[in-house]
């Protein structure tokens, strides 16, 4: 008998037929003598229909409120699984996410998970119930209801995994697994049937999202194996697990991510500490900085660029305009047509070959590269945005086209 | 400065501007330096769809389930509540029955309040926050959601009212206070200032569905002044307190109530004991008996008929063909097509002529009465259903008329 955690998210549970669907999908693992604990997200549209009502009477509402608001949307369909779970005639309760013993830090809108106390998870398994939990939600120090954020049921299935060492932590979601690729762009992306944590973590990171990073994060930290795969097929997903217990593939996918935009300071008089303190201003106004690049200018200046999120460019470009001027640089350029295509694999540490690979690939496409940065298990090149899907599949070709494999 | 609980039932908080209006109600309180409580209901029709969510899925939920669902209905109208007063600049927090200390007992779906602990609730008071409080629902003995039913907002709000002992309880509901009877169907009723818990009792009673009656029995207890008003007009509405503090009216209403059957056993041998044999039998069946008549038959036998609502005449019947035999009655006969028609009011004790009034009254209109059944303060007539709106016209006629004032 194993104890089993699996989590539904919104598209999972949209409506009746989809809830009965998820209902068969348990009753069918409880039945095979499994103890089993779902984490349901909101239905489908829920959230965003709730920010609308709260919208229309508040466009500025209180973080605290709008998680009390939020937090229904998961009891409304927790409430309507284990119905469903009643009609196939199996025991089973719900429990919210106070009740369920998620404590969280006071963040509203954006909690952190501090512990987890599964008395009444545990309980509810003692009496044979089936034990439904609402995602995304907890309590702070103050006895509020708080959320954590968008993906978060991901997360708090995961942190039930781990607290009650779960066998298995399974992700349902809207599709079948993690593919090499993303399927709907690139003809020829496959689905691994096994990922190591970090080449989890930097698809996430690079906007393949299929798993909530936090969660992912939490899994590698306490060795909870995650399977992610899709409600709706029953075939077997992609296993998440440690990367030395897996056959390590060179590559394990290509991501793209467009939500990037290049800021460049022209111009930096070469004086030792000023891109520290530049990454400083930027880090008090918490813009988080990705790919760095630091040019030998002329007459003794420098250019430093750099990539943020197209939400954080804005904010950059101001920061960095108020001390253009007390450094002595030139100006501040701003260019959001851009994009990163990664190539994330634990084996490429092995194989120095993999970024002129990578490099050809582009080069043969006729695609420029204007960045690079690269990590033990990524290489990231930053593109025109327009060259994004092109570079994403002549990658692809070059590194798991049937000739190389 | 005063505590006021104010309680707004769900067509007072149906849509954004509604929820405004309601701000508003709230802020004027507030403003005038009192500290305020509101009690909320889930908006409009909110219950009715998840009943009919619920019955997509499984026409027979647990009750238990269908709390954890139905307590979601408020939790989102208090919350968009508490935003529509922070939009109005004033300090507020919303709290669920379980963080405002509803203890109920553990019957789901018609759980009773056991125990309110406001310690939560006084010490957002004491922050100077506008407090709202989810009505209907609390949590069981093990930490579950609960439901109170029906209605069961009006008590949350004397509950609250009585262990804060709160200056006043206000009411808010789509009518404008207590009336002499119902103002859509009968010329010439009148809102009456004031009434007595127990004439606000019988009026609830007797299907005047202005107060939910455990709401009345609680306030009575604890002696808390309620006020019953409209959201929407501004006006004063209709104060219930203790008959020693008003002045006593002869009538202070006329209602009709069709939700009524009328059950005979017809030719039940004269014999001791054989109607508390009948009585038990229903009582054990949890059918409630209203009025009751025994007529002396002929040949040593009597006929007993008794009134229950219509819900329960099927249950009635059934039990009672399975007695008839036993008891050696002749049979049992069944009737629907009947209505209560009843007065109410504190001063008849001591005016004896109060029941002649009334029947003389139904005898100009020309309408049979087959029960009557009095209280102290109550004369009730059972009359034909298509009777009834020109019974009460008649009746409050004969007391409310202008020439009687």
């Known amino acids: 008998m194993s104890l089993i955690v699996q989590k539904f998210g919104g598209s999972s549970v949209a409506n009746a037929e989809r809830v009965f669907n998820v209902a068969g999908i348990v009753t069918d693992t409880y039945k095979k003598g499994n103890d089993v604990v779902v984490v349901v997200s909101a239905q489908g549209d829920t959230t965003d229909d709730f920010i609308e009502k709260a919208n229309e009477i508040n466009t500025e509402p209180s973080k605290r409120e709008m998680d009390v608001l939020l937090s229904a949307?998961?009891?409304?369909?927790?409430?309507?699984?284990?119905?469903?779970?009643?009609?196939?005639?199996?025991?089973?309760?719900?429990?919210?996410?106070?009740q369920a013993g998620f404590h969280t830090s006071s963040a509203y809108g954006g909690a952190r998970i501090k512990r987890v106390i599964p008395d009444r998870i545990r309980k509810e398994l003692d009496k044979k119930n089936i034990v439904i939990v609402a995602?995304?939600?907890?309590?702070?120090?103050?006895?509020?209801?708080?959320?954590?954020?968008?993906?978060?049921?991901d997360t708090s299935a995961v942190a039930i995994a781990s607290v009650m060492h779960a066998d298995l932590c399974q992700i349902y979601t809207d599709v079948e697994g993690v593919y090499t690729a993303d399927p709907r762009k690139v003809e020829g992306a496959r689905k691994l049937s096994e990922i190591s944590y970090d080449e989890m973590l930097e698809l996430a990171t690079l906007g393949a999202q299929v798993l909530n990073n936090r969660s992912v994060e939490m899994a590698k930290k306490y060795n909870i194996e995650l399977e992610v795969l899709s409600s709706l097929t029953k075939k077997p997903g992609t296993i998440v697990k440690e990367a030395a217990k897996m056959e390590k593939m060179?590559?394990?996918?290509?991501?793209?991510?467009?939500?990037?935009?290049?800021?460049?300071i022209v111009g930096v008089p070469d004086r030792p500490g000023l891109a520290f303190k530049i990454f400083s201003k930027l880090a008090a106004k918490d813009v988080n900085v990705d790919i760095i690049l630091q040019s030998i200018g002329r007459d003794g200046t420098k250019d430093i660029s750099f990539t943020v999120t197209k939400d954080k460019a804005k904010e950059a470009v101001e920061t960095l305009n108020e001390y253009v001027e007390v450094v002595g640089a030139?100006?501040?350029?701003?260019?959001?047509?851009?994009?990163?295509?990664s190539i994330v694999g634990a084996g490429m540490e092995s194989h120095p070959g993999i970024a002129a690979d990578m490099f050809e690939?582009?080069?043969?496409?006729?695609?420029?590269?204007?960045?690079?940065?690269t990590s033990e298990i990524k290489i990231s090149v930053l593109i025109n945005a327009c060259d994004a899907d092109a570079a994403v599949s002549a990658i692809h070709d070059k590194f798991f086209s049937t000739d190389n494999v």
Chains 1, 2 share one sequence.
């Open 73 to 98: 949307g998961e009891q409304i369909s927790m409430s309507l699984l284990a119905m469903a779970i009643e009609k196939l005639g199996y025991p089973v309760v719900s429990l919210t996410g106070w």
């Open 135 to 153: 995602g995304f939600q907890g309590i702070n120090r103050y006895q509020d209801i708080t959320t954590l954020g968008r993906g978060g049921s």
């Open 250 to 264: 060179l590559i394990s996918g290509v991501a793209k991510d467009t939500n990037v935009a290049r800021i460049s």
């Open 330 to 341: 030139a100006r501040v350029v701003h260019e959001d047509n851009v994009a990163k295509v």
């Open 361 to 373: 690939a582009l080069y043969d496409a006729q695609i420029n590269i204007q960045m690079i940065s």
